[in-house]
């Protein structure tokens, strides 16, 4: 069992750096499957989530060579159309591995997927489209496999996503680089994250453009070449650090930024009183007077980012007022709050009233059991204390990090293997700016 150990009420200060975004580096290994040729990806994060995919494509017969923060990826010859479930159940994105192989070989065999339990997160949206492009799936709950089959090739469609989906753009966009034809992707997901994933594709060779803000079209080509591309810092990492300049009242200055696709954080941080200076290479993060309170909505993009709003929870414990936040991307995404409720916070669920649920939430409704509330108050200010805390998923684990950084005393976070799936070197690099945190490593 692993658990940090974190003595809080150090004030964080200095400079730190931002790895690759989590989200572009794994749909980028899967990217790569749609070529014979080698594909060479730079600034990629070294986490578990990237090292299981890395795996994935090994046991299809690839090659996966990492050189520091630079990896090669080759998949010559697809040795199997069936990705295991031992390595599916650990990570989401497993299934986006239906793309190169129903365009490579015509069939795929992919497990339900794993990953983060923060609510249904059903593929139904994706399973739709596949459909309008001629696959045959259906989902054997006797095995847990998804079958589907290609017989007569991918074909281009035009199909509109019933709510915005990000991963779901993304499989669509890796399935119709090499499908017959035109595809249409109409109320497309505009996350930043997309478009890098585009710009990879097209250096590959396909032939994709956004023409508007929420519809996508891809002329299908017979091939995908090789190709090499750069990786742009994670957005949730930069959150993760700007929220632990803030809230232990420190300063921290993070290279090798730009403001594009944090405008909505970086307003509120602004209009809560929060320090920002932008430089050319990069963002100052300081604190320099006591903070406001917020009410926050969270979106897809360019919204409030459902990943922000756990640290957002923790930094509002410090706000002088009300605060609230209503989740409307994913129907159970507070686990975080009884934890943080252990170490003093004031915080209570509630039920906002919404007249058109169908249309705010973007999670099927139908996967909503009732019992979940989607919004919070948090009354502040409050003097966070020491807890004993248990991790549930990755955004939440960063949140009560940043919690026991704020807190008074000595406070011990279990289940930490939810961390390493998104963050690199989380607690080195949190040590450099002064945090006091230690990995404890128990058999």
């Not at 594909?39 to 494509?57: G, H, T, Y």
């Not at 079209?217 to 994670?234: M, N, Q, S, Y």
């Not at 009183?273 to 932008?278: L, S």
């Amino acid at each position: 069992m692993n658990k940090f150990v974190i003595n809080g009420g150090k004030k964080l200060k200095g400079e730190v750096f931002v790895l690759g975004s989590k989200n572009v580096a794994l749909k980028i290994l899967v990217a790569a499957c749609l070529t014979k040729d080698e594909v060479i990806v730079r600034n990629v994060p070294l986490i578990s989530d990237f090292m299981i995919m890395a795996e994935i494509i090994r046991n299809l017969g690839g090659e996966v060579k990492l050189n520091d923060h630079s990896v090669s990826i080759r998949l010559e010859n697809i040795l199997s159309e069936k990705i295991s479930l031992d390595k599916a159940a650990e990570i989401r994105t497993s299934y986006m591995f239906l793309a190169p192989l129903l365009a490579r070989l015509g069939k795929a065999i992919i497990p339900n997927p794993g990953g983060c339990r923060i609510g249904a997160r059903p593929i139904d949206r994706i399973v739709g489209g596949l459909k309008k492009m001629g696959v045959k799936i259906q989902y054997d709950s006797k095995d847990g496999y998804f079958h589907a089959l290609a017989p007569k090739g991918l074909t281009g469609a035009t199909y509109e996503f019933s709510k915005s989906t990000h991963t779901g753009t993304e499989t669509m966009l890796l399935a119709a680089v090499l499908a017959k034809g035109k595809t249409v992707l109409e109320n497309a997901a505009q996350e930043p994250e997309v478009d890098e994933l585009i710009g990879l594709l097209n250096r590959m060779g396909a032939k994709i453009i956004r023409e508007n803000p929420r519809k996508i079209v891809i002329e299908g080509v017979t091939k995908l070449h090789g190709a090499e591309f750069t990786i742009a810092p994670d957005r949730n990492e930069v959150v993760t650090f700007a929220v632990a300049a803030l809230i232990t009242q420190g300063d921290i200055f993070i290279r090798d930024i730009k403001s594009k696709g944090l405008e909505e954080f970086l307003e509120l941080v602004k209009y809560c009183g929060g320090g920002i200076e932008e430089k050319q290479n990069g963002i100052r993060f300081f604190y320099k007077e006591e903070l406001k309170p917020s009410n926050v909505v969270t979106s897809f993009y360019p919204g409030f980012m459902t990943d922000w709003q756990g640290p957002w929870a923790v930094l509002m414990t410090k706000a002088n007022g009300q605060s609230s936040i209503h989740e409307t991307v994913y129907e159970n995404r507070f686990t975080y709050v009884d934890e943080l409720k252990k170490m003093g916070a004031n915080i209570e669920f509630y039920k906002p009233e919404v007249k058109n649920p169908e249309e705010v939430y973007n999670f099927n409704i139908k996967d909503d059991n009732g019992k979940n509330f989607h919004a919070i108050r948090i009354f502040g200010p409050t003097t966070l204390h020491n807890a004993a805390l248990t991790i549930s998923d990755l955004r939440a684990g960063a949140s009560l990090v940043l919690a026991a950084l704020a807190a008074k005393g000595e406070s011990v976070l279990f289940d930490i293997e939810h961390l390493d799936r998104g963050y690199e070197q989380f607690e080195q690099r949190l040590s450099n700016l002064g945090a006091n945190i230690k990995r404890i490593n128990e058999e």
